[in-house]
């Protein structure tokens, strides 16, 4: 266990970025070049190993005066590598990066910018990438838009973890752990959390990659992934709070998804309805008019003092 005091910088807030680990180290390198070679000045990266025995340990070793802190030792998985890791958090904005993907060029100074210029933005999201598993950029997929009622009714459950940063205090408000009692969709549970107390802003930026390989927890196991995506979803509908139509249509939505042949064809339908519907519920999409940060239309954005 080895811990490292980060150089402060006033112009950045600070970042802590995550990296669990376990018997990793075909593409620890890569992803951890991807991180430390952005260049970020305020960075606090920290890694979390399982206990590997793959030769992981030394690839740590190795970067261990660029991170903030390590530690190995055995977990129960993932999401309770992540829990130990952002306790050690001291950053304003948070994220992690699993061992296998990658963050594109810029990536943190894109994220760092946003919330430094656009406080009202508490998480975000960039275009979603997918990557072979020699770490080419081979899919480029839309930018969508959230909101907390479309996502409960099944507008594309995909939020791309690698691509997702949030602030702190939203962390914290949302309970500041992830639910480590699970293998799978931690990630969706904590994403429902966050949607209660803030809206996720879409960035016209490229963030983070995922990296598709034969060894891919969720790759091996999508459709055990979707029925515990659909139990959680279940009991976020049974909270306290939510309207009785919106969980009247969410039933309705779960019940369709489920049926063998129409639900996948249903779900594809009303998902992109869901989408394409305007509203004044849908969060403006950030991007850069290549000065600053601004958010809404490119129109209204130009217009702007």
Same mark, same amino acid.
């Given at each position: 266990?080895?811990?490292?005091?980060?150089?402060?910088?006033?112009?950045?807030?600070?970042? +802590?970025?995550?990296?669990?680990?376990?018997?990793?180290?075909?593409?620890?390198?890569?992803?951890?070049?991807?991180?430390?070679?952005?260049?970020?000045?305020?960075?606090?990266?920290?890694?979390?190993?399982? $206990?590997?025995?793959?030769?992981?340990?030394?690839?740590?070793?190795?970067? #261990?005066?660029?991170?903030?802190?390590?530690?190995? #030792?055995?977990?129960?998985?993932?999401?309770? %590598?992540?829990?130990?890791?952002?306790?050690?958090?001291?950053?304003?904005?948070?994220?992690?990066?699993?061992? +296998?993907?990658?963050?594109?060029?810029?990536?943190?100074?894109?994220?760092?910018?946003?919330?430094?210029?656009?406080?009202?933005?508490?998480?975000?999201?960039?275009?979603?990438?997918?990557?072979?598993? #020699?770490?080419?950029?081979?899919?480029?997929?839309?930018?969508?838009?959230? +909101?907390?009622?479309?996502?409960?009714?099944?507008?594309?459950?995909?939020?791309?973890? #690698?691509?997702?940063?949030?602030? $702190?205090?939203?962390?914290?408000?949302?309970?500041?752990?992830?639910?480590?009692?699970?293998?799978? %969709?931690?990630?969706?549970?904590?994403?429902?959390?966050?949607?209660?107390?803030?809206?996720?802003?879409?960035?016209?930026?490229?963030?983070?990659?995922?990296?598709?390989?034969?060894?891919?927890?969720?790759?091996?196991?999508? %459709?055990?992934?979707?029925?515990?995506?659909?139990?959680?979803?279940?009991?976020?509908?049974?909270?306290?709070?939510?309207?009785?139509?919106?969980?009247?249509?969410?039933?309705?939505?779960?019940?369709?998804?489920?049926?063998?042949?129409?639900?996948?064809?249903?779900?594809?339908?009303?998902?992109?309805?869901?989408?394409?519907?305007?509203?004044?519920?849908?969060?403006?999409?950030?991007?850069?008019?290549?000065?600053?940060?601004?958010?809404?239309?490119?129109?209204?954005?130009? %217009?702007?003092?």
């Amino acid at each position: 266990m080895v811990a490292n005091t980060p150089t402060p910088s006033a112009d950045w807030p600070r970042i +802590t970025l995550v990296t669990p680990v376990l018997n990793g180290a075909r593409h620890l390198e890569a992803a951890m070049a991807s991180v430390l070679g952005q260049g970020y000045p305020n960075l606090e990266y920290i890694i979390v190993d399982g $206990g590997s025995g793959d030769g992981t340990l030394d690839l740590i070793r190795r970067q #261990e005066r660029n991170l903030a802190w390590w530690l190995s #030792e055995p977990d129960r998985g993932m999401y309770h %590598a992540l829990n130990k890791g952002f306790a050690r958090s001291s950053g304003e904005i948070m994220g992690w990066l699993s061992s +296998t993907d990658l963050l594109h060029p810029g990536a943190l100074f894109v994220v760092g910018g946003v919330f430094r210029e656009l406080r009202e933005v508490e998480w975000l999201t960039g275009i979603p990438t997918a990557l072979t598993e #020699e770490g080419m950029t081979v899919g480029v997929g839309p930018l969508r838009r959230w +909101t907390r009622s479309r996502f409960l009714l099944g507008a594309n459950r995909y939020v791309q973890q #690698e691509s997702t940063f949030w602030r $702190g205090s939203l962390w914290h408000r949302a309970g500041g752990r992830m639910d480590d009692s699970r293998r799978m %969709a931690s990630d969706f549970e904590l994403w429902l959390r966050f949607f209660r107390h803030a809206r996720l802003h879409p960035v016209r930026a490229l963030v983070g990659g995922f990296r598709h390989h034969p060894d891919s927890l969720w790759l091996q196991n999508q %459709a055990e992934c979707g029925r515990i995506c659909d139990e959680i979803l279940s009991r976020e509908l049974d909270r306290e709070g939510t309207g009785a139509l919106l969980r009247s249509l969410g039933r309705m939505a779960l019940r369709f998804h489920l049926r063998p042949g129409l639900g996948s064809v249903g779900e594809r339908i009303v998902g992109r309805l869901l989408h394409v519907l305007p509203g004044p519920d849908r969060p403006p999409v950030v991007w850069h008019d290549g000065t600053r940060w601004v958010m809404g239309s490119r129109r209204r954005a130009l %217009a702007r003092p």
